[in-house]
């Protein structure tokens, strides 16, 4: 129901930037400067190109983050700590309202653990060992907390659809421009010529960049949900426990493929910046958790 829904705000907001392009005259001014779009086919095909390559992605998502990380689903816990991390998220899962997920594990020395999966009742949740070596039972407990908040909010549906609006629109408007500089500057007057390709290339890269701040300053927005939810299920202080923890844990690079820093709990990525980030900082998450 939640793609349904916002594939159908996906077609209104296609709808309503078509009736607005006509309202301010944007495209009698193209067309009598020689630009012959079709803007509403190419308003379509863009939608649908758009959504569907980010769509695609979120229903392979367990599947491509279990290739990536190499996690084990823990069908029977082999030991006790692997019995509590089965139990821990079911309870959690319980309490959040949420089918129980797959659970898994994966190798690595950097604490980290994320959730994945295009359906709620569906998805998967999985730990690093390094996160359940070097953290208490009560802050690992927060970790699980927080990575089932990102499934009952739906974190992971409208991240990917979010990204698939931002695709439609850098599509559209890259070929407008490249379009619009083929026929003006170009002079070209049939077909697509150099042009084209050119202002096309250059303006995908310029507004792909401005679209990935788009969609940063969301997964960043879903990362204080989360806490809060993580806060919720597993207890303020315990949340912010293992946020402390994390931040001491911080020189280890996280080694989640890109496809996943999103979903992770620990920030990936230092050297980005702060804009591109797809966490915020640490600091910022603990005061935001000290002040509810």
Not at 31 to 46: E, K
Not at 55 to 78: N, Q, V
Not at 163 to 189: A, C, L, P, W
Not at 250 to 268: H, K, V
Request: aromatic share 10%.
């Amino acid at each position: 129901m939640r793609i349904l829904l916002f594939l159908l705000t996906n077609l209104a907001v296609m709808l309503v930037v078509g009736v607005v392009w006509r309202l301010l005259g944007f495209e009698s001014l193209l067309q009598s400067n020689g630009v012959d779009l079709n803007f509403n086919a190419l308003l379509v095909f863009c939608g649908l190109f758009g959504m569907l390559g980010s769509l695609f992605s979120l229903f392979i998502s367990k599947w491509s983050a279990k290739r990536g990380t190499g996690t084990r689903i823990i069908e029977t816990p082999a030991n006790r700590d692997e019995e509590w991390l089965v139990q821990t998220v079911r309870q959690l899962a319980d309490n959040a309202g949420i089918g129980m997920p797959e659970v898994g594990i994966w190798q690595s020395e950097a604490p980290n653990a994320f959730a994945t999966g295009w359906n709620r009742n569906n998805a998967l949740v999985a730990v690093s060992t390094g996160l359940l070596k070097r953290m208490k039972p009560d802050e690992v407990r927060a970790v699980m907390a927080h990575e089932i908040g990102h499934v009952a909010n739906g974190d992971m549906i409208t991240l990917a659809l979010v990204q698939g609006v931002v695709n439609t629109f850098v599509m559209f408007f890259s070929r407008v421009i490249g379009h619009t500089i083929d026929r003006v500057i170009f002079k070209n007057e049939r077909g697509l010529g150099m042009g084209y390709w050119i202002g096309t290339f250059f303006a995908q890269i310029l507004l792909s960049v401005l679209a990935a701040m788009i969609v940063m300053w969301f997964s960043r927005y879903r990362e204080y949900r989360a806490d809060a939810a993580g806060a919720d299920l597993a207890g303020r202080m315990n949340m912010i426990a293992a946020l402390r923890r994390l931040k001491a844990e911080s020189e280890r690079p996280s080694d989640l493929p890109d496809e996943l820093t999103a979903f992770g709990i620990s920030p990936g990525g230092s050297s980005m910046r702060r804009f591109f980030a797809s966490h915020p900082p640490l600091d910022q998450r603990i005061e935001a958790l000290q002040n509810r």
